[in-house]
C-alpha cells in the first residue's frame, strides 16, 4: 500500500528563519511527486511537481527536491503570507493521487 | 486558461437528507476529474474519478455516488446523508504534462458540507 508521511505536522517560525518540510513516501513505482499549499477554507495551489531523483525546482522563497525515499520542501527567509498548510502527494501511475497529511506552517513577524 | 468551479460553496443539511455537489471545468477537454474529501486534520482522500463520459471509478465503498453527464461536469450525490459525511469536497481535475508522465492536479474552491 502507498503511503506519505509528511513531518513535522506543525511549524512555526519567524520571519526570516529559514527552514525544512519533510515529505517520506513508501510507493510501488514511483512517477511523480507534488506539493501544494492550502490556504485555510480554500481549495490546495498547485506548487511543484518532481519526477525523479535529484530534480529540483524554486519558485520564490520555495525549493523543492526528491530522493528515492523522500522529498524536502525548503522554504528560504519566510515572510508572514507563507503561513499555510503544505501538502504533499505521489502519483503512482493509478491516475489518482495519494496525500499526506501536510503540515501547518505558521510564520510570525 | 482553465478554470474549474465547484457550487455550492457551503451547505449544511441534515442526516437522510440527499446531497448533489456540483464541478465544471472550462478551458479544457476531455479532462480526468476527481472528488476528494478532506476531514479536519486530515488528508485528501480520493472517492470517485472518472477519465471519460460516464465512466467513473470509485475508490472507497460508501454511501456516495458520482456522475459525469457531460465532458466537463462532474458530480457527487447521495441519496441519504450521514453524519459522517460531513467534510470538504474538493473536485480537481488533471491534464498529461509529457507523454507517460505524470499527471498534474488542479483543485476546485471546495465545498464545505456539514451534516447536522
Known amino acids: 500500500e502507498d503511503q506519505v508521511t509528511q513531518s513535522p505536522e506543525a511549524l512555526r517560525l519567524q520571519e526570516g528563519e529559514s527552514s525544512s518540510l519533510n515529505c517520506s513516501y513508501t510507493v510501488s513505482g514511483l512517477r511523480g511527486l507534488f506539493w501544494y499549499r492550502q490556504d485555510p477554507g480554500k481549495g490546495p495551489e498547485f506548487l511543484f511537481t518532481?519526477?525523479?531523483a535529484g530534480e529540483e525546482k524554486e519558485k520564490e522563497r520555495l525549493k523543492a527536491t526528491l530522493t528515492k525515499k523522500e522529498s524536502f520542501l525548503h522554504i528560504t527567509a519566510p515572510k508572514p503570507e507563507d503561513s499555510a498548510t503544505y501538502l504533499c502527494a505521489v502519483d503512482t501511475g493509478r491516475r489518482a493521487l495519494t496525500f499526506g497529511s501536510g503540515t501547518r506552517l505558521q510564520v510570525q513577524p | 486558461s482553465q478554470t474549474i468551479h465547484q457550487w455550492p460553496a457551503t451547505l449544511v443539511q441534515p442526516v437522510g437528507s440527499p446531497l448533489s455537489l456540483e464541478c465544471t471545468v472550462e478551458g479544457t477537454s476531455n479532462p480526468n476529474l476527481y472528488w476528494y474529501r478532506q476531514a479536519a486534520g486530515r488528508g485528501l482522500q480520493l472517492l470517485f474519478y472518472s477519465v471519460g463520459i460516464g465512466q467513473i471509478s470509485s475508490e472507497v465503498p460508501q454511501n456516495l455516488s458520482a456522475s459525469r453527464p457531460q465532458d466537463r461536469q462532474f458530480i457527487l450525490s447521495s441519496k441519504k446523508l450521514l453524519l459522517s459525511d460531513s467534510g470538504f469536497y474538493l473536485c480537481?481535475?488533471?491534464?498529461?504534462?509529457?507523454?507517460?508522465?505524470?499527471?498534474?492536479?488542479?483543485f476546485g474552491p471546495g465545498t464545505r458540507l456539514t451534516v447536522t
Open positions: 480537481a481535475w488533471s491534464v498529461q504534462v509529457l507523454f507517460d508522465s505524470s499527471y498534474e492536479q488542479y
Open positions: 518532481l519526477y525523479s
